[in-house]
Nanobody, 125 residues
């Protein structure tokens, strides 16, 4: 069982930056693929980014490519999402997700077994 706790959300003006963190429990963090998803009111979960266990492979959603960066610190059992050049349409609840072992489709919600409670990000215009 893995528990995930997100932090770092908040209110920011358009063009600003935020860094989200997701702390994971467990001693095998380095074997988990970690993902970030977001959900805006009335919309489905949207894939944001994912990173392999070693950090060598990274995936990004088209809407955030070039603005967001995913990274991980396996010694700290933490994955990060650095968000820059934020836009009002980035407003959503951001969720951290985890899956043990390799994933064939890291962009799919159904690929992940564990989810955090979410952290709100609001970007004002």
């Amino acid at each position: 069982q893995v528990q995930l706790v997100e932090s770092g959300g908040g209110l920011v003006q358009a063009g600003g930056s935020l860094r989200l963190s997701c702390a994971a429990s467990g001693r095998t963090f380095g074997s988990y693929v970690m993902g970030w998803f977001r959900q805006a009111p009335g919309k489905e979960h949207e894939f944001v980014a994912a990173i392999s266990g070693s950090g060598a492979l990274k995936y990004y959603g088209d809407s955030v490519k070039g603005r967001f960066t995913i990274s991980r610190g396996n010694a700290a059992n933490t994955v990060y999402l650095q968000m820059s050049s934020l836009k009002p349409e980035d407003t959503a609840v951001y969720y951290c997700a985890a899956k043990a072992g390799p994933i064939a489709t890291p962009r799919a919600v159904a690929s992940y077994d564990y989810w955090g409670q979410g952290t709100q990000v609001t970007v004002s215009s």
